[in-house]
């Protein structure tokens, strides 16, 4: 007995169940786990930051980052023999570290790309010295002495900057005024003065004029001076939590400097209800023959731009009736690089038709070029210098400037809705890139983000109606050239007052009714 007591004290202990080694998938897994956790944390706090989500977005992020997490916890922390489920979860929590630092990387950039582009403008004048081609003068210094002509009435405040700019430079010297460019530059060809002060802008549309589409030939330029002046966002109660009024702006300049003052070449209102999800496109003809807003002198549509860009938006408040408070500016280089940032866009071509040949940004951006494109009938698939070409032509159609008005309408619906996918992931950057380059509106950056937030709360799609005022070809003297009569587009008063029913319709929250030949 005593014995087997014996025995049984010397048999040996249990053994213990040994804790698992971590091996090289825990580790791995581990070290993914807690880089996830920590981008997560500072994802969420970055996408709070931006005030561009909604509460319940930014709780559904929260929600959505504490499961995920949760179950890399689950799977990495015990340390299980499944080494393979280990290291296919630490890939997952890699590859998505990666996209919420790639999301931040591209907020950053929307946030700077916005804070430059709203809120307000810098416009630009560059303002010329020019003298007859066979003048021996071939820089400023040159001309002392000389007898200056300047336009008096038109464009007084930067031509007056201008004149004190040059005393300064050459001190005191004879001038001559005149009423409009035209006579300025007549006054130049005639020898009544040996150096004339022009406008850029002024200069480019009168080489539009046959008359004086040689200037090229018989001046030349000799000195350039560029004047600056910041646009400052009119006092109003406009808010986008209400119905408002946006001034689409296409600007006719060959530079590719956004803040050059140039001609109006697209003059679209966008009438935005965000309550009904109602916007309405309503065209305005270039050539439309209305009242400045500046002196009840009538010109082009067009012109305007040429005086400022408020100047435009507030000749077509007189003509609808409305406020206009905000505006965003595009000109030749924008339409492209957008378009091609997106991939290229879709329309519906009305006719076939070959454009004629016209100034194409070139491929390498170094300058422009001579070009004609030619488009089918039907959906077509446009590349920026396709849109641009499709949206400036008018001779082809019998409708002249009106269609050119309906199609620069499609192609900017098709900006939209390409811009609004999620298509617009592919190329982010480069769409950034070209906003911040070539766009500008004067909406402040609080509203846009407002914006934002108003189409996360719904899942209701906008509802776009387009409309363009008619009118019927003339000629007519114009306040910016008074010597001969220009080509104008007289307004077709009804279609004007059908207009100032839509823009109430959408303002009140209807959706707007177009005559049958109209409706969609």
């Avoid at 997560?40 to 509460?55: D, K």
């Avoid at 866009?345 to 004629?356: G, L, M």
């Amino acid at each position: 007995m005593k014995r087997m007591q014996n025995e049984s004290y010397n048999d040996p202990a249990p053994a213990r169940r040994r804790r698992p080694r971590p091996t090289g998938a825990d580790y791995f897994g581990t070290a993914a786990m807690l880089l996830t956790l920590a981008v997560s944390l500072v994802f969420y706090f970055r996408m709070a930051a931006t005030n561009m989500l909604t509460t319940k977005n930014l709780v559904l992020i929260m929600i959505a980052l504490l499961v995920i997490n949760g179950l890399h916890v689950y799977v990495q922390v015990p340390l299980r023999r499944n080494k393979l489920g280990k290291l296919i979860c630490g890939v997952l929590s890699l590859l998505l570290s990666a996209a919420m630092i790639w999301g931040m990387i591209n907020v950053r950039s929307l946030e700077d790309v916005l804070s430059r582009i709203t809120g307000r403008m810098v416009e630009t004048d560059v303002m010329v010295v020019a003298v007859r081609i066979d003048d021996p003068a071939q820089e400023l210094e040159d001309t002392r002495g000389y007898l200056y002509g300047y336009t008096e009435s038109v464009d007084k405040t930067t031509t007056d900057e201008m004149l004190a700019h040059l005393h300064e430079k050459l001190g005191d010297f004879p001038t001559q005024a005149a009423d409009s460019t035209v006579h300025v530059v007549q006054a130049l060809y005639n020898g009544d003065v040996e150096a004339v002060v022009i406008n850029q802008g002024f200069l480019d549309l009168l080489r539009e004029q046959d008359a004086y589409a040689d200037f090229s030939a018989r001046a030349r330029i000799i000195y350039e001076h560029t004047i600056t002046r910041e646009i400052v966002i009119p006092a109003n109660d406009a808010s986008v939590s209400e119905p408002f009024i946006v001034y689409c702006n296409g600007i006719d300049s060959r530079s590719s400097d956004i803040s050059a003052r140039s001609n109006s070449d697209v003059n679209i209102l966008a009438v935005v209800n965000p309550a009904s999800h109602e916007i309405l496109l309503l065209n305005t003809p270039r050539d439309y023959y209305v009242p400045l807003h500046m002196n009840g002198q009538q010109d082009k549509l067009t012109h305007a731009g040429s005086y400022s860009i408020e100047e435009s938006m507030n000749t077509l408040a007189d003509l609808y009736g409305a406020e206009i408070p905000y505006y965003i500016r595009l000109n030749f280089y924008g339409l492209v690089s957008i378009v091609d940032a997106l991939g290229g866009i879709d329309v519906e071509s009305p006719q076939a038709f070959t454009t004629i040949r016209m100034e194409i940004p070139k491929e390498d951006w170094s300058g422009l070029e001579n070009r004609s494109y030619s488009f089918p009938e039907g959906p077509v698939h446009l590349t920026g210098r396709e849109a641009l070409a499709f949206s400036r032509e008018r001779y082809a159609f019998s409708g002249g400037d009106n269609q050119r008005g309906k199609n620069q309408m499609a192609v900017i619906s098709s900006i939209v809705d390409k811009a609004t996918s999620p298509a617009v992931l592919a190329n982010f950057q480069g769409l950034l890139r070209a906003v911040s380059e070539y766009f500008v509106t004067n909406i402040p950056y609080d509203d846009v983000l407002s914006l934002v937030k108003l189409q996360q709360k719904s899942d209701e799609s906008w509802h776009v109606t387009t409309y363009a005022v008619s009118g019927y070809p003339d000629s007519a003297i114009c306040y910016s050239y008074p010597s001969y009569p220009l080509y104008v587009t007289r307004p077709d008063y009804d279609s004007v007052e059908f207009a100032k029913g839509l823009v109430q319709q959408v303002l009140r929250g209807e959706v707007p009714v177009l005559p049958e030949t109209e409706e969609d």
